[in-house]
């Protein structure tokens, strides 16, 4: 009777402390999974950076011609990658299309006459995630690379930030200028896209983002060295 009972208690406050984690502690599981997508995120555009510098040593240019996820998976020697990093929260539509890998590879120059001035100024890997899901990776990431607090629970609010002479809107960017100064600074980052009719043109006029049809969805960005 008292094994009985004590079988009793013991799922009793099993069940309590379940309830207790579910409601208390939801949050912090939310948030430890943010963290997990965002290292997921950041591994994936430093593999691809990495499988990049390869491409590049073996005598191919990055400027008039880019690797891609194809040109870096090949079958047929050089392979750079035996796979090509699977997308996160990735959107699935923004600005012309976005790249059908989810992660794309962005480079000066790439953008032709039609960048109009548009076209950032840095070179590395990009990817544009989703308004919902992707925000809490995205504000890790931007936790991690150093431009926002720790404490941030939300990109909404924060105060705009100097970067590199650029006043930088964390909250929303508007301007590729204000890709370009984190670019300059930061090793990678990521941010949410604000209100404008501005375009940034990232890998090519091909994947150009409608900063004021995209808003609210987030950009991280890896630099190429």
């Not at 069940?15 to 994936?44: C, D, H, P, R």
């Not at 006043?167 to 990521?190: H, N």
């Amino acid at each position: 009777m008292f094994n009985l009972l004590s079988v009793v208690v013991a799922v009793a406050i099993s069940g309590f402390m379940a309830a207790a984690g579910v409601f208390y502690t939801g949050s912090a599981f939310t948030n430890m999974s943010a963290k997990a997508q965002a290292v997921q995120i950041l591994s994936a555009m430093e593999q691809i950076d990495a499988a990049w510098t390869m491409w590049s040593n073996d005598g191919n240019t990055t400027t008039a011609s880019l690797p891609s996820s194809t040109v870096l998976t090949s079958a047929t020697p050089p392979t750079y990658m035996s796979s090509y990093p699977p997308a996160i929260n990735t959107a699935t539509t923004f600005g012309t299309g976005p790249t059908a890998a989810g992660y794309g590879i962005d480079s000066t120059g790439t953008g032709g006459a039609t960048a109009a001035g548009n076209e950032t100024t840095n070179t590395g890997i990009y990817t544009v995630l989703t308004s919902t899901t992707g925000a809490n990776a995205c504000l890790e990431i931007a936790k991690s690379a150093g431009y926002v607090a720790s404490t941030a629970s939300s990109f909404t609010g924060l105060a705009n930030i100097t970067v590199n002479a650029v006043t930088v809107a964390v909250s929303g960017i508007t301007t590729k200028a204000e890709l370009d100064a984190l670019g300059a600074v930061y090793r990678y980052f990521c941010v949410p896209l604000g209100t404008t009719t501005a375009t940034i043109i990232l890998g090519g006029a091909a994947n150009t983002i409608a900063v004021g049809g995209d808003t609210g969805k987030h950009v991280a960005y890896f630099k190429h060295m």
